[in-house]
């Protein structure tokens, strides 16, 4: 009888024993991020880290937030934009997702490339120009970016800074060769390079734009939402510009056309309005 009680205690110990170690090892899974692995992130190259984050965090199934660009590689200053998509076109044959972009200075530039380090870029960059694919180039870095310099407490300055790269191309004949051109227009690369100036990985046609926002009404609109239309009748994404403000849009009308503002109350963009977007 004794040997039998003896047994009986020593299997009670085991099984809380076991319930103990379970129960420490769970607390251990769900351990809060302590502040030093905060910090690691930010000095990993995302200096905005807590910015992103909570965009992440809300998006509902199937939307891609947008990410920032690291180290990128300029090249080039053309005075005329049919030289800097051409050397753009050269570029992207060799798979490098590039784009030319009319400069604050009047001439025509190109980026590319999206580096975590600032060596990795370099190394690029160096290689490229030994091959004699490039000449003189420039590291941008990802702190020159106006996302870098926002908080969550003046998201304003950043959506006045992507109208005003936005504004940067009116009256140009928007040629960059967005890949919407086959749809007959060049409108998502107008928004993209808006976006990948400042420092945010928009991506590259009208329809992944549409998928990677946050729905916003209409009447919510704010400053740098992008807006989306069906220009070919249902409700397939077919074109998309970007809100100004005061019920006005910058875009790209089709290859070729000028970039100009129109009005979201005009009958057309009225009848063929599919939704707006927020990255913000």
């Given amino acids: 009888m004794q040997l039998f009680r003896l047994l009986t205690t020593m299997v009670q110990s085991s099984i809380i024993c076991f319930l103990l170690v379970g129960l420490l090892s769970c607390s251990t899974a769900y351990k809060p991020q302590s502040d030093s692995s905060a910090a690691a992130i930010t000095v990993s190259g995302d200096p905005i880290a807590t910015l992103i984050t909570p965009q992440q965090d809300l998006a509902p199934q199937g939307e891609q937030p947008l990410t920032t660009i690291g180290f990128a590689i300029q090249v080039g200053a053309f005075a005329q934009q049919d030289n800097a998509i051409r050397f753009e076109q050269k570029l992207k044959t060799l798979g490098l997702d590039a784009f030319s972009y009319l400069d ?32 003189t180039f420039f ?13 969550p407490a003046n998201l304003g300055g950043l959506r006045f800074e992507l109208v005003k790269t936005a504004k940067r191309f009116i009256g140009v004949p928007y040629r ?30 009208s329809r992944a734009q549409y998928r990677a926002g946050q729905a916003v009404n209409k009447r919510d609109l704010r400053q740098g939402d992008l807006v989306f239309f069906a220009t070919k009748g249902g409700t397939r994404v077919t074109h998309v510009g970007m809100y100004v403000g005061d019920g006005k849009f910058i875009h790209a009308p089709r290859t070729g056309k000028t970039i100009r503002i129109s009005s979201l109350s005009s009958k057309y963009f009225r009848r063929t309005y599919v939704g707006g977007r927020t990255y913000l």
């Fill in 104 to 135: 604050d200075s009047g001439l025509y530039k190109v980026r590319f490339g999206d580096h975590s380090q600032y060596q990795a870029a370099r190394n690029e960059a160096e290689r490229l120009q030994a091959q004699g694919v490039i000449g």
């Fill in 139 to 151: 590291i941008v870095f990802p702190q020159d970016y106006a996302i870098a310099k926002t908080t």
């Fill in 176 to 205: 960059w060769g967005g890949e919407d051109s086959k749809n007959g227009f060049d409108c998502s690369g107008l928004t993209m390079v808006s976006y990948r100036l400042n420092g945010l990985k928009l991506p590259r046609n």
